[in-house]
């Protein structure tokens, strides 16, 4: 399917990546890693692996301001 250009379409489809079906969010975090199956997209929780770490992120992002708002 690499590089099959299909009527209509302008640009290539990339082949498939590996991918491993796990039970649960739990056991796919356990198995693969929180930035695997988010960046990797190794297992069928990839998406919702991201909107994990995209809280993380903006958590972070919103205590580091929060601690720049009071020193300064």
């Not at 290539?12 to 056991?27: C, H, M, T, V």
């Not at 190794?42 to 992120?57: A, K």
Request: glycine share 8%; aromatic share 2%.
């Amino acid at each position: 399917m690499s590089g099959e250009l299909r009527e209509g379409e302008r640009i290539p489809r990339r082949a498939l990546p590996d991918f491993e079906e796990a039970g649960s969010l739990i056991a796919a975090i356990k198995r693969d890693g929180l930035m695997q199956s988010a960046l990797e997209d190794t297992n069928e929780y990839g998406p919702h692996s991201m909107i994990i770490l995209l809280m993380i992120v903006a958590s972070m992002t919103g205590a580091l301001i929060l601690l720049l708002r009071t020193i300064l």
